[in-house]
């Protein structure tokens, strides 16, 4: 029934990928040069965060990011009929052994994640991961179709899906199961205004971070992990696990927000077009 509800975008999966990139730069073309998306907003962002580098610097970083962002989209459809060779293939993990490590220690893990190379392929974890629970928190979108389909991408391999409010309410519940869990949390999303929030200097400018992570990260005391994503080339992404707090609850308060934002700062830095520079990042000040 689902197929049929969402065929397009499963008949668009079964494409070959290679076909799916031409596709992808059409999209760029239309994007970039005539409807002209969020160019403001990016342009605004890189000029901020990247104060040194110039004009043809960021206009090089502006259109790497406009066709990185039309991969995404592809690529997130592919999904949904990905076997496991091309998996394998295209989403590669450097030391999956820090995990295996932690979950012989009987730790649940946080995965302090961000909008960075392709987030949505995150959901390819529970191939590599058997050992853990693999689940993610995310915000339900307004259109209940799209909703709905986000979360048949994330959860075809077996992500359990939760709101974002419900998700420290469950984490808990499967931890009195006595269930290891692997936990997808993205946390460089603004703040809302009236939010408990956490300042630190970030890419040049002071910046306010979500704290949902420290909070929970203390009270469940999952070790804390951060995975360092590099595009290795087009629609091959490769993730280094970074240990970030191993027993958060013995830390002090917004530690793991500020190791977070650092090793955030030098993931973007190290290929700076594989950020989500079009949405409002600072449109809070302190």
Not at 2 to 10: A, G, L, R, T
Not at 33 to 62: C, G, M, W
Not at 169 to 178: F, N, P, Q, S, Y
Not at 217 to 238: E, F, H, L, M, Q
């Amino acid at each position: 029934m689902k197929k049929i509800k969402f065929f397009p975008f499963y008949l668009l999966s079964i494409v070959p990928i290679q076909i799916l990139y031409i596709l992808s730069d059409i999209t760029y073309v239309i994007i970039y040069k005539f409807i002209k998306y969020r160019r403001d907003v990016v342009s605004e962002n890189l000029q901020k965060a990247f104060p040194e580098k110039s004009k043809t610097e960021l206009l090089k970083i502006e259109k790497k990011f406009y066709h990185h962002f039309c991969d995404l989209a592809f690529e997130s459809v592919k999904t949904l009929t990905m076997n496991k060779k091309g998996i394998q293939k295209r989403f590669q993990l450097q030391n999956p052994e820090l995990i295996k490590e932690l979950f012989q220690q009987d730790k649940s893990i946080l995965l302090y994640s961000a909008h960075l190379g392709n987030w949505e392929w995150q959901a390819f974890f529970p191939q590599y991961l058997s050992d853990h629970k693999v689940t993610a928190f995310y915000q339900p979108l307004s259109n209940k179709y799209f909703d709905e389909l986000m979360q048949i991408i994330r959860g075809r391999l077996g992500v359990l899906c939760i709101p974002s409010q419900q998700g420290y309410k469950t984490l808990m519940k499967l931890k009195a199961e006595k269930k290891l869990t692997f936990n997808l949390l993205i946390g460089d999303q603004c703040p809302a205004w009236n939010s408990t929030k956490y300042w630190t200097d970030f890419l040049h400018q002071k910046t306010a971070f979500l704290v949902g992570a420290d909070a929970i990260s203390k009270k469940s005391d999952c070790a804390v992990v951060y995975p360092k994503c590099t595009k290795i080339k087009r629609g091959v992404y490769k993730t280094e696990f970074v240990l970030l707090d191993s027993s958060p609850k013995n830390s002090e308060k917004f530690s793991v927000v500020e190791k977070y934002s650092k090793i955030l700062e030098q993931n973007i830095k190290l290929q700076p077009d594989l950020w989500l520079w079009s949405h409002k990042r600072w449109k809070l000040s302190a």
